[in-house]
């Protein structure tokens, strides 16, 4: 292996685990967002 | 809804929004422009994201500690929502220094990992991370978890000075500090602006992680404490 592979491996490994850490904090978000927004109608039909 | 119930948006803070961007700019000069070390040629160039991701660890540990003694000093509630967040990115970034030394020190050491005094109190503190995880999520009662978890949080920020003194008390693989150490640092000025600029912008994407995490934790405290009230007017049950 010569020195661009290693670059490549150190630097392509951890901006592919950084924008993964990204999606899924993001996905988690819209996920909570989705529940509350349910709650909310659930809330106002009751009321 | 109630007055002090949270509206968070999905999309994250515009400043949050640049910190990956302007991660990416710092390390495309220092794989591009910056120029190639004369002893160890273009290999060097891995420390520019070992290095901060090190750093980054580093000083997520201290954060870490900052709030754990607050949790246990004045019982600040806050630790519950940041905590888990603030570990999650420390292990992050320890992971990553291990495995960024790790491809560095193949082409340089001729070996992927070794039982150097560094590596071992880095690795320590990516299980002292990992443990704290498992310690968040085997709690069952809140107060008990913060306590806990803020206990390891110390423990973790005491772990710090051991892995950067390593490499002076013991004389292992791990070559001595370069940066912070008397007469100076051994690196160029180019180098060293590089490897300064690349740290402040994984310093910055760390804040944003964290940040956007915990306010994750916010909302899904504030929907639990809604479920609950709403399970407990359905029951007519006095909240």
Known sequence: MNATAYIAAAYGTTLCALVLFWVRSIRQRIQLVEMQQSHLRTQTTQS | MKDGDINFKI????????????????????????????????????????????????????????????????????????????????????????????????????????????????????????????????????STRNKSCAILGILIFADVPIIYKSVSWWRTLHQPPSILRTGGATMSTPMLMTLLAVLCCTLLVSAALIRYRAQNRQLESQLEQQMFELESSQKGEPL
């Not at chain 2, 500690?65 to 292990?91: M, R």
């Open chain 2, 11 to 142: 999309a994250p803070h515009p400043w949050m929004i640049c910190s990956l961007p302007l991660l990416l700019i710092s390390w495309a000069y220092g794989l591009f422009i910056v120029p190639t070390d004369i002893h160890q040629g273009e290999v060097y160039r891995i420390l520019f994201l070992h290095v901060s991701c090190a750093i980054n660890a580093f000083a997520i540990s201290a954060v870490l500690f900052v709030c754990s003694v607050q949790c246990l000093w004045k019982n600040n509630t806050h630790f519950s929502y940041w905590g888990l967040p603030i570990a999650e990115t420390g292990l992050f970034w320890t992971i990553f220094t291990l495995i960024t030394g790790s491809i560095w020190g193949k082409p340089t050491w001729g070996v992927w990992w070794t039982w150097d005094a560094r590596l071992t109190t880095t690795f320590i503190l990516a299980l002292m991370y990992a443990g704290f995880m498992v310690l968040w999520h085997a709690a069952d009662n809140s």
